[in-house]
């Protein structure tokens, strides 16, 4: 038996039954001794069991607040899912819901409360006064009807309040990829220095640290095109992943930015894990890098330190930094190679898809090599390049010359 604090219980081992069983000891509202049993298969199992029950029995349900409510909510279910999913929770109950709703008792909560709440948010302004977007509000609308659908399951509330809201239409999003030549603009401009620093006044010298974070991101550049690696995926790569003589990379983890940090996690979809091959002058371009990571490594290994062996780092050897990258370089290349204003990084995946579609590639291979979960999503997402592959296809047959 596993002797645990006063007002804790106990457990024990029921060899008969084989079962994990939680004994807790209490004196009730109505002055008597009561107990209560909590069973399970497994000691983890049963110590959820014991959180949950814990964390229910704190709470007085009958007027439980949401934002008292949402916490609970999280604290249970924290073990079981991502950690990419819990911060994505976090986030929208942190910044969203609990300032706006969290001092509404859950069961007051209505439909219509929460449409009003979701519409008025419409016209609120998010970071740096922007207009909060679609995919936003849909992201609350989501997590509190998670977290509601929780309340319902423990006997807090019968329906789901948010179960009958509307989600927020998206508007279309236009697939912004480049041209060959917008290409080669591009990967030239990485190339140099002074795109760094637009300011003609400023005396720019750029130290060995700057010169590794820009030659570190021109071959990150350049890779992606080749392969239309998701952001996540292509800075997570290590050189483990990358296979010199059989010209291919393993995808197989997703680099992913939390609040405390970065950490190398999950793939997206099970089929986001998967082999791409890439050509003889990506395989170069990839050696080249190597080997100046590797100078540098041994010039500043006091200060560099690649100990998870990383395609990409920063210039002290560790995880790279989304909002650095953006605010340090990219917007900056962008404005310089004369790309369309608000291009992402996220558009050189488009310009992969985009470039091999228009070449007459099989859309299956290029769905394959995207990672997507089914070839209705490349066909989604690039439905307006159709009507040139099906001109492609014809002009590929009269070349038979059968008719």
């Given at each position: 038996?596993?002797r645990?604090?006063?007002?804790?219980?106990?457990?024990?081992?029921?060899?008969?039954?084989?079962?994990?069983?939680?004994?807790?000891?209490?004196?009730?509202?109505?002055?008597?001794k009561?107990?209560?049993?909590?069973?399970?298969?497994?000691?983890?199992?049963?110590?959820?069991?014991?959180?949950?029950?814990?964390?229910?029995?704190?709470?007085?349900?009958s007027?439980?607040k949401?934002?008292?409510?949402?916490?609970?909510?999280?604290?249970?279910?924290?073990?079981?899912?991502?950690?990419?999913?819990?911060?994505?929770?976090?986030?929208?109950?942190?910044?969203?819901?609990?300032?706006?709703?969290?001092?509404?008792?859950?069961?007051?909560?209505?439909?219509?409360?929460l449409?009003?709440?979701?519409n008025?948010?419409?016209?609120?302004?998010?970071?740096?006064?922007?207009a909060l977007?679609?995919?936003t509000?849909n992201?609350m609308?989501?997590?509190?009807?998670?977290?509601?659908?929780?309340?319902?399951?423990?006997g807090?509330?019968?329906?789901?309040?948010a179960?009958?809201?509307?989600?927020?239409?998206?508007?279309?999003?236009?697939?912004?990829?480049?041209?060959?030549?917008?290409?080669?603009?591009?990967?030239?401009?990485?190339?140099?220095?002074?795109?760094?620093?637009?300011?003609?006044?400023?005396?720019?010298?750029e130290?060995?640290?700057?010169?590794?974070?820009?030659?570190?991101?021109y071959?990150?550049?350049?890779?992606?095109?080749?392969?239309?690696l998701?952001?996540?995926?292509?800075?997570?790569?290590?050189?483990?992943?990358?296979?010199?003589?059989?010209?291919?990379?393993?995808?197989?983890?997703?680099?992913?930015?939390?609040?405390?940090?970065?950490?190398?996690?999950?793939?997206?979809?099970?089929?986001?894990?998967?082999?791409?091959?890439?050509?003889?002058?990506?395989?170069?371009?990839?050696?080249?890098w190597r080997e100046?990571?590797?100078?540098?490594?041994?010039?500043?290994h006091s200060i560099?330190?690649?100990?998870?062996?990383?395609?990409?780092t920063?210039?002290?050897?560790?995880?790279?930094?989304?909002?650095n990258?953006?605010?340090?370089?990219?917007?900056?290349?962008?404005?310089?190679?004369?790309?369309?204003?608000g291009?992402n990084?996220?558009g050189?995946?488009?310009?992969?898809?985009t470039?091999?579609?228009?070449?007459g590639?099989?859309?299956?291979?290029?769905?394959?090599r995207?990672?997507?979960?089914?070839?209705?999503?490349t066909?989604?997402?690039?439905?307006?390049?159709?009507?040139?592959?099906?001109?492609?296809?014809?002009?590929?047959?009269?070349?038979?010359?059968?008719?």
């Amino acid at each position: 038996m596993v002797r645990r604090a006063k007002g804790e219980g106990s457990i024990r081992y029921d060899n008969k039954h084989d079962r994990y069983i939680w004994r807790l000891k209490f004196l009730g509202e109505d002055g008597l001794k009561h107990e209560k049993y909590l069973t399970a298969k497994t000691k983890k199992g049963l110590q959820e069991k014991i959180k949950e029950y814990q964390s229910k029995k704190e709470l007085n349900i009958s007027d439980v607040k949401l934002a008292d409510w949402s916490s609970n909510w999280l604290t249970v279910i924290k073990p079981t899912i991502k950690i990419s999913t819990y911060d994505y929770y976090d986030m929208f109950l942190r910044n969203y819901i609990n300032p706006n709703l969290g001092e509404k008792k859950v069961q007051e909560l209505t439909p219509i409360m929460l449409q009003e709440f979701f519409n008025q948010m419409v016209g609120e302004n998010g970071k740096k006064g922007r207009a909060l977007s679609a995919t936003t509000i849909n992201g609350m609308r989501r997590t509190l009807k998670t977290c509601l659908e929780y309340a319902v399951k423990n006997g807090v509330i019968r329906m789901n309040p948010a179960a009958t809201t509307k989600p927020l239409k998206k508007a279309d999003k236009k697939v912004i990829a480049l041209s060959k030549e917008q290409v080669i603009a591009l990967l030239s401009t990485a190339s140099k220095a002074d795109y760094i620093y637009t300011d003609v006044k400023q005396n720019f010298i750029e130290d060995e640290g700057k010169k590794y974070l820009r030659k570190c991101y021109y071959y990150a550049i350049a890779l992606d095109i080749a392969t239309g690696l998701r952001i996540g995926e292509l800075f997570a790569l290590t050189w483990d992943d990358v296979d010199f003589d059989k010209f291919n990379i393993m995808i197989r983890r997703n680099l992913q930015h939390r609040s405390n940090g970065r950490e190398l996690g999950t793939l997206k979809t099970i089929r986001s894990q998967r082999l791409i091959q890439i050509d003889e002058k990506t395989i170069n371009l990839l050696k080249e890098w190597r080997e100046y990571q590797n100078r540098y490594a041994k010039q500043y290994h006091s200060i560099y330190d690649n100990e998870i062996n990383l395609v990409f780092t920063n210039s002290w050897g560790k995880m790279y930094n989304h909002t650095n990258f953006y605010r340090r370089y990219w917007r900056k290349l962008v404005k310089a190679a004369g790309l369309p204003e608000g291009f992402n990084f996220h558009g050189l995946r488009h310009t992969h898809a985009t470039l091999l579609l228009l070449a007459g590639e099989n859309i299956k291979a290029v769905s394959e090599r995207l990672g997507h979960s089914s070839v209705s999503t490349t066909l989604n997402i690039y439905y307006n390049l159709v009507p040139n592959l099906q001109k492609h296809a014809a002009d590929t047959f009269a070349k038979l010359d059968l008719l």
